[in-house]
Structure formats: C-alpha cells, structure tokens
C-alpha cells in the first residue's frame, strides 16, 4: 500500500505543471492583464522642479535630494517612488503587460477586438512618454541620427535580454503605427458599460486626446485639430473641460474635497486616469524649489489673460503655497506594524490639455480667430466674473501678448502673427496645468531657456541656465539600464 500510494503521488507530481503562472486563456484575462499596461508612478514630482514653475523657496523650506538635483537639472539614479528611474521601470514593466497582452491574443487568434487596441495603444504611450523624458525633443532633420529608447514589442521570454536603443525617428514612427493601428479597434464595443472604470483605460476619446498631444509634438496641425475635435466636438463652446468656476469655487469644495474631485471619475475633463505609489502628496508644498511667494504671483495673483482672477485657488502662505491636485491614499499592508503603501491617483490625459492643443494648432494653421476662441473657452470657466465683456479679441492678442521670436524656438518656424496667440495660449496653459508636469514637455518642445535662482547663503544668491539646445534636456538613462548595454545620453 505504501508503495502504491508513492507511485499515484509520483504520478500527480509530474502531472503538474511547472510553470505556475496564470494561463491567459480568454479575453477576459487579457482585459484583467491590460489593467497593468498603465505606467503606475508619478513624473511630476521630478519634471515640474526641472521647469519655470519652480523656484527657491530657500534654507528655510525643506529639501530632498530629489528636488534638489532636478532643479539644477542633474542626474539622479535612485529607484524609490516618484524618481525618474521608478518611472523608467513602471513604463517598461507597463509596456510588457501591453505586449503580453498581444502575444496572447495573437495565440487565440482574436483580431479584430477592443482589447487589441488597447495593448497597442498603452504600448505607443508608454514609450512616448519615455522618449520624450529620457530622449532629446523630436526634430525630423535630427531624429534619424538621435538617440531615442529601446522600442520593445515582444514578451521578454529570456533573462537579462539585451536591448539597444532606437533612433528617435525609428521610435515616433513605431509610436505612430501602433497608435493608428490601436485607433482601429476602438469603440468596438461600448467602451466599458461601467463609466468609472472607464476613465482608467484607453477608451476612444482618450485615445484621440493622446493622438492630438502626439501629433502636437510632430508638428502636424491638422491631424491634431481633427483628433482634438473627436473628443471635443467642432465647436469652440464649453463641453466638459474642468470648470473651476462652477464646480470648485462656487461648489465651495474645501481644500480636501478639490484634491479628490481633481484626480477622479467623477470629474468630466479627465478622459484617463492612473493610480501609483507615491509620496508625493505628503512633501510637495513643502519642497525647496516648488510654489515660492513670487512664482505664485506671476502664476495666479496677477491675474489671467482676461484681466479675471483665477477661479484655481492657491492655498497656503508664503513657504507652503499649494494648489489643491494630490490626494493619498494609504493601503495598510500590516495592521499590527502599522506600515503600508502611499497611493496617488492622477489624471493622465485630459479634455483641458485637448482644447490647448487644439488652440495652439489653429494658431499655427492661421485660424487665429478660431485659436481666441478656445483659449476664451478654456478662460471662461477658469476665471472669476467672467463675462462677454472679458472676451479676448485677436486684436487684443496680437497687441498684448508678443514676444521676442527667438523665445519659443521649435524644430518648425512659427509664422509672426502667430507668435503672440502661442505666447498666450501656453502662458495660460502653464497656469492651468501647474503641477502636473506638462510644463517640462512645452519647455522642450518649444525649447525655451529656463533660469532657476538659487540662494547660496542667506545674503548671495545665483542664477542657473539651461540654455536652449542643452543636452541636460534629457534625463539620463538610468545605471542599471546602461550596464545592460544601453548607451547613457551624451551630457
């Protein structure tokens, strides 16, 4: 009996399988792995110390290491949450769900359905996001010979695999096909039955917001305003932007209440939404070189483009101005320890950032009028008392609102009269967006000089550049991915 009972045992052992990981076997577990195809960390807390929306707050604010090479534009290779290496890691691993995702539905010859789109779109934003944080900004005479990221479009099936780095061309190109081949399988159902969980994936109007910011970084105007106008409609009236008049200020949310609407489903204007670990909400007004008194009046007290105070409210004094954006949410991992995981949940894409992008693509085109007509839109729901009376003209943009044409210098030229309704346009889009990182993307874009002053002592301070064309503009590629072979950015 004993030995009987080794062999059935033996038997049931080598009917097991080896491998113990889950079998992707349906269409609902493909749905469940594109879950994690999202890059889940945070670039604002280093990209926004990097850009003209921070300055020094001086000895008496607090300091991180973090914060403190990013505003010097340094290089900083610690993985912990929030960090540009975490981010590298997250897209990465995020882009791998993506491409397990296709390989699986590749293996049960599913082709022509909504979760194909998704994987291939989660792939083309994940690694658009790193190109255009650990790369130089796209220039078509350039982007042929530029360093780009490695584009990965398979499961890694090996150890350690070695990756080389693609050419910023060959990235955008790859960017561009998956995203159009992803916009093919949209809407092919009815885009989640559950609108909360919606906000979380690629649906279809999220997926035109991330072709019109694409095609924005490209130059190509008329496919932005055609992408912008799927997920606004035509007309220049308020859709569902984030109206900070009616549904912040008026609503009388306190400070706690705006955090959470910002970030959640039940805000309109956010078309895609993610949730990381971060820490982020607990330091940022406390940083060194964040919301100083004097960024914050020229971001917010002096008013907007209309001549309106701004209906976004800035809380806090002095060392601690803060706008409300973050809401942690902590998940206890040990109750008796009493330790656990800071979470943050972030819009990713946006209705607001769609009609800037739309505005700047009708200045380019020449449809000025068209440009006014969005940027009074955006306007009108983001100032307090606003009435027809504040209605920006093109006259009055071109008169009030130019500046030196070598301040804004893309890879393209942009046309005299435009100037001004770009000026305009961005200046106001950095209001809004302040905090969120997206400065640092029209800074490169643009290729502006950012000037960060710096106390050294309490009674010698210095200037900081970075000047227009610098190498510092891309974030070097992390150790541990250079010791696999991966070539570092010059600097």
């Known amino acids: 009996m004993i030995l009987l009972l080794a062999l059935v045992s033996c038997d049931d052992i080598l009917d097991e399988s080896p491998d113990n990981r889950t079998e992707i076997d349906s269409l609902e577990k493909i749905s469940e792995l594109l879950v994690n195809a999202y890059p889940q960390a945070l670039y604002t807390p280093f990209l926004e110390p990097m850009s003209d929306n921070a300055d020094d707050k001086s000895f008496s604010a607090t300091q991180t290491r973090l914060n403190d090479l990013m505003y010097e534009w340094g290089d900083f290779f610690d993985d912990d949450v929030d960090t540009p290496t975490n981010y590298w890691n997250e897209a990465y691993e995020a882009i791998s769900q993506a491409n397990q995702a296709l390989a699986s539905l590749d293996e049960l010859g599913e082709l022509d359905v909504v979760q194909r789109g998704e994987a291939l779109l989660c792939r083309a934003y994940g690694h658009f996001m790193l190109v255009n944080i650990f790369a130089k900004a796209y220039n078509p005479s350039t982007a042929s010979s530029d360093l780009g990221i490695p584009y990965v479009t398979e499961p890694e099936t090996t150890l350690l695999p070695q990756y080389s780095r693609n050419t910023i061309q060959e990235v955008y190109d790859k960017i561009e096909a998956d995203l159009v081949e992803g916009l093919k399988y949209t ?44 997920v606004l409609g035509s007309g220049s009236g308020v859709v569902d932007i984030r109206d900070y008049t009616n549904d912040y200020r008026a609503a009388g949310l306190s400070y706690s209440e705006m955090s959470s609407r910002f970030g959640s489903t039940m805000e309109p204007a956010n078309l895609l939404i993610t949730v990381g670990p971060s820490i982020y909400d607990r330091n940022h007004f406390l940083l060194r070189f964040q919301l100083s008194g004097n960024l914050a009046r020229n971001l917010f007290f002096v008013g907007n483009a209309a001549g309106l105070a701004w209906s976004e409210q800035v809380f806090g004094q002095d060392l601690f101005f803060n706008v409300p954006k973050y809401n942690e949410y902590f998940k206890v991992t040990n109750q008796a320890a009493e330790i656990g995981i800071a979470f943050v949940q972030t819009p990713l894409l946006t209705t607001d950032e769609t009609m800037f992008n739309r505005a700047e693509a009708y200045a380019m085109l020449g449809e000025l009028q068209l440009a006014a007509d969005d940027l009074n839109t955006l306007l009108s729901v983001k100032s307090q008392g606003y009435t027809s009376a504040a209605v920006l003209t093109t006259n009055a943009i071109a008169a009030n609102f130019g500046t030196a044409p070598d301040f804004y210098t893309p890879f393209y030229q942009i046309p005299a009269d435009a100037i001004p309704f770009i000026n305009v346009i961005l200046e106001t889009k950095r209001s809004v967006f302040y905090n969120e990182g997206l400065r640092w993307f029209d800074i490169k874009r643009h290729d502006i000089q950012v000037n960060h002053d710096r106390d050294v002592t309490p009674s010698v301070s210095e200037t900081l550049t970075l000047p227009k064309g610098d190498q510092r503009r891309a974030l070097q590629i992390p150790t541990e991915a250079q010791s696999r072979g991966i070539l570092p950015n010059p600097r």
């Open 187 to 230: 809407g092919k159902d009815n885009d989640y039955k559950d609108s909360g969980v919606a906000r979380f994936h690629f649906t279809s109007r999220a997926a035109y917001a991330f072709a019109s910011r694409f095609y924005l970084t490209i130059g190509e105007w008329q496919k932005v305003v055609d992408y912008s106008n799927m």
